[in-house]
């Protein structure tokens, strides 16, 4: 089990903080252009309350896209 000092390093200590959710849109919306897409997007993180940018992991992309089908039918 991890510790939670562990788990705050992980969460935000080596990544870009931004201020706003607008400034973090625009900022994953940039990594999209810049590695041809990709899943990149904002979040606001549970350590710092500030807002991050990340992808998403395969077992979230995958639940996203059965949302999205169940959505759809």
Known sequence: ????????R???ESKVAYAT?????????GLRKS???????AYRCEWCG???V???????R???AARRAQAAE
């Not at 959710?21 to 919306?29: I, N, Q």
């Open 1 to 8: 089990m991890a510790s939670k000092r562990h788990q705050r």
């Open 10 to 12: 992980r969460s935000c």
């Open 21 to 29: 959710k607008d400034e973090a849109t625009r900022a994953a919306a």
């Open 35 to 41: 590695f041809f897409g990709g899943s990149w997007s």
């Open 50 to 52: 500030r807002y991050h």
């Open 54 to 60: 990340g992808r998403q992991n395969a077992r979230q």
């Open 62 to 64: 995958q639940a996203m």
